[in-house]
């Protein structure tokens, strides 16, 4: 079932309106989800006429907050190149983000293209 986590209405009176943020929790991922008016009007006989169904757009984006577990990292010359991940699900060509990781500091907040994945572990490729 979905579930709005939080909710917040931001105040705009340079444009005249009000924009909403929510974050909500689907079955699908976390979103947050952004709805402001639109400025979409309609000529009905000469008069332009704001209509309702047409005053809200949304913007969303999905945060996935399970990650996978890595249970062992091998360099290869100075370079992390090597993770081993059970059933990781990554196939090549994806782009991974580390955080968290405790024996490697310096991988936190970097992206890394995946190349030669298999079931349970992946090499990292070029840096993003």
């Not at 947050?32 to 332009?48: I, Q, W, Y």
């Not at 249970?71 to 290869?76: C, R």
Request: net charge negative.
């Amino acid at each position: 079932m979905d579930a709005i986590e939080s909710i917040c209405a931001i105040p705009n009176s340079t444009d005249n309106f009000d924009e909403v943020w929510m974050i909500v929790n689907r079955e699908n991922g976390r979103f947050v989800e952004r709805m402001v008016a639109g400025d979409r009007t309609t000529d009905c006989g000469g008069e332009l006429t704001t209509r309702i169904e047409e005053q809200v757009r949304m913007d969303s984006t999905v945060d996935y907050n399970e990650g996978t577990t890595i249970t062992q990292i091998k360099i290869i010359g100075t370079l992390p190149r090597v993770v081993t991940s059970p059933e990781h699900g990554f196939s090549d060509g994806d782009v991974v983000y580390f955080r968290d990781v405790t024996a490697f500091p310096e991988l936190n907040n970097t992206y890394y293209s995946i190349t030669n994945a298999t079931t349970n572990s992946f090499y990292l490729d070029e840096k993003q």
